[in-house]
Every structure is written in structure tokens, then in C-alpha cells.
Nanobody, 123 residues
């Protein structure tokens, strides 16, 4: 099973940018669809973005569309989440996840998860 490690979180002012990275171990990364989710205090984990195994298809939650971009580098076993125009409501722990399914958008469809990285956006 793949092991995933996120990094790149931090504190940023509203309107700023951050880029999250998720490095995967194991040989199955290049064949897995990868997703980003987030969970704010007291709220359920929610879908943010997903990218297919070869990086030519992506989808986003409506709340982040146009501001966030998911990408991947299979040679580096890494998936990224570029976050621009950040808002205080983007504050959450962000998780990357791997799935053998095609473009999944629900947490239960992912079999491997990272430990999460905190993103805090101040107003």
C-alpha cells in the first residue's frame, strides 16, 4: 500500500498563495488517481481536487475552481496542489489520497491517505 507524505502547509494572509506537495512511496503511484481533501474543525472531510493517473484530466470542488490547480509528476512520485487567492474559509488540514478508481470524489473511494498538512489563512 502506498504511503503518502504531505508538506507545504503554513500560515498565509488572505489573497496569498501556497503550494502543497504529496510524495508517495511504492510503485503504484503512477497508476493511481490522486486526490486532495480538506477538513476544517468541526466539519466533515471534503473533496477539493482530483487528477487522473497520467495527469491529463482533473476536477475540482466548485469552491476552489479557478483558484486551485492540481498537478502531478510521476517521475517524482509527487502530486501538487497550487492554491492561489486564498480565503479564510480555505483554512483546514489538507490531505492527499490515492485511489485505484477513476476520478473519485468521495473519501470512501480512496485507499491510502497522508497524515495531513495544516493550512491557515488569516483575514
Amino acid at each position: 500500500q502506498a504511503q503518502l507524505v504531505e508538506s507545504g502547509g503554513g500560515l498565509v494572509q488572505a489573497g496569498g498563495s501556497l503550494r502543497l506537495s504529496c510524495v508517495a512511496s511504492g510503485r503504484t503511484f503512477s497508476s493511481a488517481d490522486m486526490g486532495w481533501f480538506r477538513q476544517a474543525p468541526g466539519k466533515e472531510r471534503e473533496f477539493v481536487a482530483v487528477i487522473n493517473w497520467d495527469g491529463d484530466s482533473a476536477d475540482y470542488a466548485s469552491s476552489v475552481k479557478g483558484r486551485f490547480t492540481i498537478s502531478r509528476d510521476n517521475a517524482k512520485n509527487t502530486v501538487y496542489l497550487q492554491m492561489n487567492s486564498l480565503k479564510p474559509e480555505d483554512t483546514a488540514v489538507y490531505y492527499c489520497a490515492a485511489s485505484i478508481l477513476s476520478m473519485p470524489k468521495t473519501a470512501g473511494q480512496y485507499g491510502a491517505w497522508g497524515q495531513g498538512t495544516q493550512v491557515t489563512v488569516s483575514s
